[in-house]
């Protein structure tokens, strides 16, 4: 029901920032969470930071102090400034939209399911 498209990743050297940007087709229920994930090579999809309406972050450890999420409803855009980042950030980022945020695993819940279809960032000297 939601479309949810990212843009803003590409090839960057450590050290260096980048903003990504998620926007979405309509902002109801299934947009009251919003969050990035990221996919490494062979490794799981997880979630990197996530803002829900009524103030509620997530953060995960690596991103912490680094990454902020913030969210412009006039835009209907949800993005990720990603500052000093590191080989191991390169991934594949992908913009998740749902009800709520369950911290413990980091994922979000309620039955809305939507997913963009990700942005490649590569982080190499």
């Known amino acids: 029901q939601v479309q949810l498209v990212e843009s803003g990743g590409g090839l960057v050297q450590p050290g260096d920032s980048l903003r990504l940007s998620c926007r979405f087709s309509k902002d109801n229920i299934c947009t009251e969470a919003l969050g990035w994930f990221r996919q490494a090579p062979g490794k799981e999809r997880e979630l990197v930071a996530a803002t829900a309406k009524g103030g509620i972050t997530y953060s995960a450890d690596f991103a912490k102090g680094r990454f902020t999420i913030s969210r412009d409803n006039a835009e209907k855009t949800v993005y990720l400034q990603m500052n000093s980042l590191n080989p191991e950030d390169t991934a594949v980022y992908y913009c998740?939209?749902?009800?709520?945020?369950?911290?413990?695993?980091?994922?979000?819940?309620?039955?809305?399911?939507?997913w963009g279809q990700g942005t490649q960032v590569t982080v190499s000297s």
């Open positions: 998740n939209a749902d009800r709520a945020i369950q911290a413990s695993p980091g994922r979000l819940i309620g039955g809305c399911n939507s």
